[in-house]
């Protein structure tokens, strides 16, 4: 039986092209779901998983629809393999149950794992080389120390609502009891 398995990482994202490929091939039955790779918890694809039976093939559009690094893709491909199955990926052109689809399997899940190092290490040398110049990433603060010395102060005066300290900065009661907490955490 031909079963396939089609994965967008984002809501917005279309499956359509996965689809129409999975289907043409001639699959059964396929499982999508749209939900980003590094989530731990992809149901469909324990689904789809389960619903394989020795002889079976799955069928994807490409590898990095099914795992994220190689180990685990090398890790799925022995699961698919003890259970008797085997993969196909329409894009890369890669069929396990030949001695060269493996390998091609092996070189390909190298490649892509080589090509998510490379980005990690460039976005990593991006943000120091920021850093260095001065520039920090992330949201910047909302107050300044000045006015969280005065949002203590006017919380320290118990007639002061947190709620109308909160409306006099434009700032949420969750961040004015934010800027309480930090001083009683230095205390500690």
């Given at each position: 039986?031909?079963i396939?398995?089609?994965?967008?990482?984002t809501?917005?994202?279309n499956l359509?092209l996965?689809?129409?490929?999975?289907t043409?091939?001639?699959c059964?039955k396929?499982?999508?779901?749209?939900?980003?790779s590094?989530?731990?918890h992809r149901s469909?694809?324990?689904n789809c998983l389960?619903a394989?039976?020795?002889g079976?093939t799955l069928?994807?559009?490409?590898?990095d629809?099914?795992?994220r690094?190689?180990?685990e893709?090398?890790s799925?491909?022995?699961q698919l393999?003890?259970?008797?199955?085997?993969?196909v990926?329409?894009?890369?052109?890669?069929?396990?149950?030949?001695p060269?689809g493996?390998?091609?399997?092996?070189?390909?899940?190298?490649?892509a794992?080589?090509?998510?190092?490379l980005i990690?290490?460039?976005t990593?040398?991006?943000l120091?080389?920021?850093r260095a110049?001065?520039r920090?990433?992330?949201?910047?603060q909302?107050?300044t120390?000045?006015e969280?010395v005065?949002?203590?102060?006017?919380?320290s005066?118990?007639s002061?609502?947190p709620?109308?300290i909160?409306?006099?900065f434009?700032?949420?009661?969750?961040?004015?009891y934010s800027?309480?907490?930090e001083?009683?955490?230095?205390k500690?």
């Open positions: 039986m031909k396939g398995y089609a994965r967008t990482s809501i917005d994202q359509d996965q689809l129409d490929a999975l043409q091939l001639g059964e396929v499982y999508q779901e749209k939900i980003s590094v989530n731990d469909e694809l324990e389960k394989l039976r020795e079976d069928y994807i559009w490409r590898l629809r099914l795992g690094s190689l180990k893709l090398i799925l491909v022995n393999q003890e259970m008797g199955c085997e993969l990926s329409i894009k890369e052109n890669i069929d396990t149950s030949t060269t493996k390998l091609a399997f092996h070189l390909f899940a190298s490649l794992e080589f090509e998510r190092e990690r290490e460039r990593q040398a991006g120091l080389s920021a110049r001065g920090m990433g992330g949201r910047p909302k107050l120390d000045t969280k005065m949002i203590r102060q006017l919380m005066d118990r002061n609502s709620t109308d909160a409306k006099r434009g700032v949420s009661r969750a961040t004015i800027v309480t907490k001083v009683e955490m230095a500690s």
